[in-house]
């Protein structure tokens, strides 16, 4: 508040008429000093207390509006708080929450008026809808089934439909959640569009394909992005056996391409990693692959991938190793200690690429990758991190095992 000597100088300042004389220790106003003071006190006492009288109407209003959604005890009463409660504790813990919605009568118990209300989504958290809908309780199950019922995915490309389920719940980090919904989500793709994919399988490892490919191109830390002409071979004899016409393959790769998935990310899981926080990094030695010489180099293990560079400090990795359907084991060496290395059965070519000395990008000669860690500890957490990344993974085991399936269809079925 301002005192009274802050207030006369205020004056001083804004009204330059004449005025008195100064006493020391008194303070005496002209006279028009002295009315515009009395106008500002009598200003300032009305605005006072018209400040008063609307806090006091509006500890009326929230009183009012208090007694309407409490009962006697104090305790919520109406719907609309029931619901805040609830999706605040469904945020929390979504079972908690689904049954306190239930118990106060706001949601009935059943799987389509649950799966409405996620779906609605409002004020409720992707991720702690992603997790109700991966439990693999039947109920939950039944709900996931109406939520992705309520997705109207009929005449939609699979990208499209794609971007607006992806949107809606943040998928879960468990590969068994994580094929579960894929699962059903093709299903409910494919009967909506029925001529557009041979099986169910098909779309499913479609689907899978265009997310890593969202990834591939949108991840600025992916530095080796997959062209068109890879995408349409990573995705050969899936339709029953036989190809996906390749004009629709292409209009998925462009549409990728031009617009990224927006993928919810208010939790933890990440579905797609950054290389700003790779799974891990340090230095291993490698042994070469025509010449058994050991080099040290600088791992990085993001996405699936292993990168290795001269030094840790380049841009440009020497040579990129995708895990996906590469194999782990640990193995003594004559030259190093604590030896692990990456395989393909029947001792085929590691799928690779590594840039030469001159720039040029060649494939990678290796049918294993030997490395030599630091230390055994170095070496167990360097082999639990890659082996989370190859056919050991679960979920990239099914998605094989999917793609096994879709390749077969068509001779399994119709011939
Ligand atoms: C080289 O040996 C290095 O070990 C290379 O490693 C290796 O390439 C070569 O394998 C191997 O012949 P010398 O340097 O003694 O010639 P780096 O590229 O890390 O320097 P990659 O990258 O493939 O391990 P081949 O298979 O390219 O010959």
């Known amino acids: 508040m301002p005192t009274e000597r802050n207030t006369s100088s205020f004056l001083s300042l804004s009204s330059g008429n004449g005025r008195s004389s100064r006493g020391s220790g008194t303070t005496n106003y002209s006279q028009t000093e002295q009315e515009s003071l009395d106008r500002i006190r009598r200003e300032k006492a009305s605005l006072l207390q018209e400040i008063k009288t609307l806090k006091d109407e509006i500890a009326d209003c929230d009183w009012i509006i208090e007694r309407l959604d409490v009962d006697e005890d104090g305790r919520p009463n109406s719907e609309r708080q029931f619901l805040m409660l609830g999706k605040k504790k469904f945020n929390l813990d979504p079972k908690k929450g689904i049954d306190y919605l239930v118990d106060h009568k706001v949601l009935q118990f059943t799987a389509e008026d649950v799966a409405r209300f996620l779906f609605n989504g409002e004020g409720l958290v992707k991720a702690a809808i992603g997790d109700y809908l991966g439990e693999p309780d039947a109920f939950n199950q039944k709900v996931l089934e109406e939520f992705i019922r309520l997705h109207t995915l009929s005449k939609t490309d699979l990208v499209s439909a794609l971007r607006v389920f992806l ?15 894929m699962e059903k989500f093709a299903q409910h793709y494919c009967s909506q569009n029925e001529s557009v ?104 293990l993001n996405d699936s991938v292993l990168y290795y560079f001269t030094a840790q400090t380049d841009k440009e990795p020497k040579g990129i190793i995708p895990l996906e359907n590469t ?9 190093k200690p604590f030896c692990f290395e990456l395989y393909l059965p029947n001792s085929q070519v590691v799928k690779a690429c590594k840039t030469q000395k001159d720039g040029k990008v060649i494939t990678g000669r290796h049918t294993t990758y030997r490395v030599s860690a630091m230390s055994a500890l170095e070496k167990e957490e360097w082999m639990r991190a890659i082996r989370s990344c190859t056919s050991d993974n679960p979920f990239l085991g099914m998605l094989q095992e999917r793609k096994r399936k879709a390749q077969k269809f068509y001779h399994g079925v119709v011939q």
């Open 327 to 335: 194999q782990l084991r640990e193995i003594e060496d004559r030259g």
């Open 197 to 300: 994919f041979a099986s169910v399988d098909c779309c499913y490892v479609l689907s899978y394909a265009i997310i890593m490919l969202n990834t591939s191109l949108h991840n600025r830390a992916v530095k080796d992005k997959q062209t068109v002409e890879s995408f349409i071979n990573m995705n050969r004899s899936i339709n029953g056996g036989g190809d996906l016409p390749r004009e629709m393959l292409v209009a998925m790769y462009d549409s990728i391409k031009s617009e990224q998935f927006r993928i919810p990310e208010d939790d933890g899981h990440e579905l797609v990693p950054t290389f700003e926080d790779p799974d891990r990094q340090g230095f291993l030695w490698k042994q070469g692959g025509k010449y058994k010489t050991w080099k040290q180099r600088w791992f990085v």
């Open 167 to 181: 949107w809606s719940f943040r998928l879960p980090g468990e590969a068994q959640k994580i094929d579960r919904m």
